[in-house]
């Protein structure tokens, strides 16, 4: 159990997946599943974030990433408050770093950041005290997404080294594809990145993954297929001719799901839009693991929010009771 401790010393922020390496991955990961014990009791409440305060600080929409931290926090015992955008003096024009100094004044313990522009949340870490946990900015980095689906991965086929990954669709514009990508690559997970010319970033090639533009090749040697939504919120211009034409050629439907192993799963981070990149029929089957993913946010979100504290007490029931009795 003793890699339920936090490292020493604690990490102070969850910016970047760079932030990370192997060990504390693992770590973060190993947590998340004994604190998954505690999600499953009646009573789903653990003291060990008790007179801590979390800030959700939210740009962009979102429904599982807010639910799951405050969740998460709560859960935890943990102080919680929810600011969007809309409704908050942002909406008066007022910048990031004046909420953030505003903030800083509630002196809050960890604040969470959403933005739609790239490096929002370092500018908060800049201008406060608090742990900033970077839950996505613009299309740059959403490193808890990354974590939740590596757990994701790790509890449905038992490892992650030497897993092959396809991550399809629109790669350009999405902060779940670059972390995915890199995370995996730090574990030992092969990846290929599947998408039409036009939704590929440039310098793809410095990424440690391999490129393909064709589905139907990659599909049959995967052990997870992660589908990424279009984002259309992202784009100015058209990227591929038309909807129909997209689907037909990167969208998973019951067709392709055939050509699959076994034992491969189906992943999507929502929102999805079904009839786009995945029918209904593929996110509804057996191999979907799309409601695991959900589940699991929480308990990652729990992980990395104890461990960011340096949680000074046990971080799961089963501990608490070894520590008790250690101490008896
Ligand atoms: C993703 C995001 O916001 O980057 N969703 C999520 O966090 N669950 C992906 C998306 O919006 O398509």
């Given at each position: 159990?003793?890699?339920?401790?936090?490292?020493?010393?604690?990490?102070?922020?969850?910016?970047?997946?760079?932030?990370?390496?192997?060990?504390?991955?693992?770590?973060?990961?190993?947590?998340?599943?004994?604190?998954?014990?505690?999600?499953?009791?009646?009573?789903?409440?653990?003291?060990?974030?008790?007179?801590?305060?979390?800030?959700?600080?939210?740009?962009?929409?979102?429904?599982?990433?807010?639910?799951?931290?405050?969740?998460?926090?709560?859960?935890?015992?943990?102080?919680?408050?929810s600011l969007r955008s809309a409704g908050s003096s942002a909406d008066k024009g007022e910048s990031l770093k004046d909420t953030a100094l505003t903030l800083a004044a509630y002196d809050p313990d960890v604040i969470i950041v959403r933005h739609p522009s790239i490096g929002a949340p370092w500018l908060v870490a800049r201008y406060t005290g608090a742990h900033v946990v970077n839950a996505g900015d613009g299309k740059h980095q959403h490193p808890t997404q990354a974590l939740l689906d590596l757990h994701t991965m790790r509890e449905a086929l038992g490892r992650l080294e030497g897993l092959q990954v396809a991550i399809v669709g629109d790669v350009l514009h999405s902060r779940v594809a670059r972390s995915n990508a890199l995370l995996l690559h730090t574990l030992g997970a092969e990846v290929t990145l599947v998408a039409p010319p036009t939704l590929f970033p440039v310098g793809i090639d410095s990424w440690p993954v391999e490129t393909s533009y064709d589905l139907d090749s990659v599909l049959p040697k995967a052990d997870a297929v992660m589908m990424l939504r279009v984002q259309r919120e992202r784009m100015s211009g058209g990227f591929f001719p038309t909807a129909r034409e997209y689907s037909r050629r990167y969208g998973l439907d019951g067709r392709r799901m055939a050509t699959l192993q076994d034992h491969t799963i189906v992943m999507h981070p929502g929102p999805m839009v079904r009839g786009m990149e995945i029918t209904a029929d593929v996110a509804d089957s057996d191999r979907s693991v799309i409601v695991e993913q959900v589940t699991n946010g929480v308990a990652v979100r729990m992980a990395v929010l104890y461990l960011l504290l340096g949680g000074s007490e046990p971080a799961s029931p089963t501990e608490a009771a070894e520590t008790a009795e250690a101490h008896s």
């Open positions: 159990m003793s890699e339920l401790r936090p490292p020493s010393p604690p990490r102070r922020h969850l910016l970047s997946i760079r932030d990370l390496d192997r060990a504390d991955v693992e770590r973060i990961l190993d947590t998340a599943r004994a604190l998954t014990a505690s999600l499953e009791r009646e009573v789903k409440k653990l003291p060990t974030l008790r007179g801590r305060t979390v800030v959700n600080l939210f740009y962009e929409s979102s429904t599982r990433t807010l639910a799951s931290f405050e969740l998460a926090a709560k859960r935890l015992s943990a102080d919680t408050m």
